[in-house]
T-cell receptor
Framework: QQQVKQSPQSLIVQKGGISIINCAYENTAFDYFPWYQQFPGKGPALLIA?????SEKKEGRFTISFNKSAKQFSLHIMDSQPGDSATYFCAASTSGTYKYIFGTGTRLKVLA | GAVVSQHPSRVICKSGTSVKIECRSL??????MFWYRQFPKQSLMLMATSNEGSKATYEQGVEKDKFLINHASLTLSTLTVTSAHPEDSSFYICSARGTQGARRDEQFFGPGTRLTVL
């Protein structure tokens, strides 16, 4: 019940295309859902985060779509660029513990 | 703002030695710090949660006598890998959580420390 399932494991997208990564959870107590970007040998960096009271949040080229009833959320990267090639992790946490449960990660490669 | 540093960035040691990794929040006070371990091409696994001035809380399966965590101030937490062995070789990452308002859930991650035990 504490797991966060992430798919796909890897993704190849052409430059200018849309990259879509999906996550699903079971624990309805989760109330904070961030997405992180990680480059090889570096720590993760926050991209965007959402709480269950909204269904969509957009920041620049990054959009989170959140479906509370389906317990799913996804990251959309518009106009994908080669510089976006990295590993992306979704996570979920609950207020109180603030501990993150991370998804398994998606390795994105954007072709020039 | 919200910068977290780690030191060292890379360490190589012989089997049986102890290694200390520092995690500092540079421009904010971190009530809570987290320590993660990441194996190649895998996700981040939470090892422990540390709150300033109190004992760390370890995740199931993490040996607290092996991985000593000290959170002596609101800006510094340390992880000591005691009697390190090759299987402890991994990428160790810390994160820090602030306490202010809408960003209270957000964790700011350090750049990581690559530990190699020979």
């Amino acid at each position: 019940q504490q797991q966060v399932k992430q798919s796909p494991q890897s993704l190849i997208v052409q430059k200018g295309g849309i990259s879509i990564i999906n996550c699903a959870y079971e624990n309805t107590a989760f109330d904070y859902f961030p997405w992180y970007q990680q480059f090889p040998g570096k720590g993760p960096a926050l991209l965007i985060a959402i709480r269950p009271d909204v269904s969509e949040k957009k920041e620049g080229r990054f959009t989170i779509s959140f479906n509370k009833s389906a317990k799913q959320f996804s990251l959309h990267i518009m106009d994908s660029q080669p510089g976006d090639s990295a590993t992306y992790f979704c996570a979920a946490s609950t207020s109180g513990t603030y501990k993150y449960i991370f998804g398994t990660g998606t390795r994105l490669k954007v072709l020039a | 703002g919200a910068v977290v540093s780690q030191h060292p960035s890379r360490v190589i040691c012989k089997s049986g030695t102890s290694v200390k990794i520092e995690c500092r929040s540079l421009d904010f006070q971190a009530t809570t710090m987290f320590w993660y371990r990441q194996f190649p091409k895998q996700s981040l696994m939470l090892m422990a949660t540390s709150n300033e001035g109190s004992k760390a809380t370890y995740e199931q399966g993490v040996e607290k006598d092996k991985f000593l965590i000290n959170h002596a101030s609101l800006t510094l937490s340390t992880l000591t890998v005691t009697s390190a062995h090759p299987e402890d070789s991994s990428f160790y990452i810390c994160s820090a959580r602030g306490t202010q308002g809408a960003r209270r859930d957000e964790q700011f991650f350090g750049p990581g420390t690559r530990l190699t035990v020979l």
